[in-house]
């Protein structure tokens, strides 16, 4: 009786089920992250598994071999009332659900920022159309059967079906996984910035350590969006605390140097900093006088992303060995304050 209602006789029937269930599951996780009552990482680690088990589960299905001849997985008898009113209520409930996730994704996404949630939401917002269209497909299909009219009954109708179920399953597997995939493509990206800016917070970190802030490691341990935060900052505030060595003669000396020594272009902007930078940190741990005004830093007035990316062109051209020797030189320029002798004040 129960293999006739529901249809779980043979592992494929089963699937259409599971199916059923993790979709269900997947949408009250994205309402939950959505409306801000998810529970954090458990929530976020859910969504990663339902769109995983959706996907490996849409994977054996469609391999599967169809029981006995059955090829529309509902039930045995098209004669039973209960088969039919099942199949009607779940349909009715998952039509419920597909139009409350539509509710919400368009009115949550007409004013999502442009990135990972509005992209997710448009992903969504595609699965829900599919999702209707196969749920009217399947209704007018189950009314049909149930009432024995031979024109909705063929091969290519049941495979519209299968097709549109599968790729709404898909695309709503996708749109739950997509924040956590560009969260992890941010992360990694993150961890490069930071890789690559770390040699000039070093070397800065021996003239200025006063500019480190004190965190605890924890709080920054695994977030290298954090860790690259605190460089920026930390990088920004030492050069800030630098720049009284540096005057614009020193810039002039530099960029001749560097001329001379083959930069041009992009290339030469970054290393003239870089060159200032490493004079004024041997000033610095040489206690020569801070004789100059704030100058106008390269990298001054861009967004968060731009200096990143100026910060980074610094970094990799401060250990350069023209860069190195163009500092030294800036070093050994005439006219350069020293510090007071002994004594004199």
């Not at 695309?171 to 690559?196: F, T």
Request: with cysteine; hydrophobic share 50%.
């Amino acid at each position: 009786m129960i293999d006739a209602v529901l249809g779980v006789a043979s592992v494929t029937n089963l699937l259409v089920h599971l199916l059923a269930l993790a979709a269900t599951s997947a949408m009250v996780e994205f309402v939950r992250e959505l409306t801000g009552r998810s529970q954090g990482r458990p929530s976020r680690v859910n969504l990663i598994g339902l769109a995983v088990a959706m996907a490996l589960l849409t994977s054996v299905f469609a391999v599967m071999p169809r029981p006995n001849g059955d090829v529309d997985l509902l039930t045995y008898s098209q004669n039973s009332p209960a088969g039919f009113l099942y199949w009607i209520i779940v349909t009715g409930v998952v039509a419920i659900g597909l139009a409350a996730c539509a509710v919400l994704c368009w009115i949550h996404g007409s004013h999502a920022h442009p990135g990972p949630v509005r992209t997710s939401l448009w992903l969504m917002r595609l699965s829900m159309l599919l999702g209707t269209i196969y749920l009217a497909h399947r209704l007018a299909y189950l009314t049909a059967r149930y009432l024995r009219l031979q024109w909705f009954d063929s091969a290519v109708v049941r495979a519209i079906t299968q097709a549109l179920l599968v790729l709404t399953l898909l695309l709503l597997a996708l749109s739950v996984l997509w924040p956590a995939l560009a969260g992890h493509r941010q992360r990694r990206i993150a961890a490069r910035q930071g890789r690559r800016i770390a040699p000039l917070w070093r070397l800065l970190q021996t003239a200025t350590p006063e500019v480190v802030l004190a965190l605890p490691d924890e709080l920054h341990r695994g977030n290298p969006r954090l860790r690259l935060y605190r460089y920026v900052i930390e990088v920004r505030d030492s050069i800030l605390a630098l720049e009284g060595h540096v005057g614009a003669a020193h810039v002039a000396a530099a960029e001749a140097q560097l001329r001379a020594a083959g930069f041009g272009g992009d290339r030469l902007a970054p290393a003239v900093e870089a060159a200032v930078l490493r004079y004024a940190i041997a000033a610095e741990l040489g206690l020569r006088e801070k004789a100059f005004d704030r100058r106008a830093v390269a990298g001054d007035g861009r967004d968060l992303d731009s200096e990143i990316r100026w910060i980074a062109q610094v970094a990799a051209v401060i250990d350069v060995p023209a860069v190195v020797l163009t500092a030294e030189r800036l070093y050994l320029m005439p006219g350069v304050p020293l510090p007071n002798p002994p004594g004199q004040g």
